[in-house]
Structure formats: C-alpha cells, structure tokens
C-alpha cells in the first residue's frame, strides 16, 4: 500500500513540467479563442474610454 502511495506521489511531481515556447504559445492561443464577444466588447469599451481620458 505505502509503495502505491509512493509511486502516485512520484507520478504527481513529474506532471510538474515547464512548457516550450511552442506549448506555450499554442495554451495561449487557445486560452484567447475561448474568449466570448462579451469580453471582447468589455476590452474595447474600457480602452476607449481611457483613450478619451488621456486626449483629455
């Protein structure tokens, strides 16, 4: 049983792994498409308004 354990434990710590540029260029990527027209529309509307504040 301990050595079960053990071996999960082993196991979890190896999934603990840093991403290439690539891997970690493509979760962005992905990350960005789950975006819905909300947020986008969210993200404009605050940009604009800032941008009539900084003219001002």
């Known amino acids: 049983m301990e050595a079960i354990l053990n071996n999960k434990k082993k196991r979890a710590v190896k999934k603990e792994y840093k991403l290439s540029l690539s891997q970690w260029m493509l979760k962005t990527i992905k990350d ?3 975006r819905t027209t909300k947020d986008a529309a969210i993200g404009l509307s605050v940009t604009a ?3 009539l504040i ?3």
Request: glycine share 12%; proline share 0%.
């Open 54 to 56: 900084g003219i001002i």
């Open 49 to 51: 308004v800032l941008f």
């Open 32 to 34: 960005h498409k789950k």
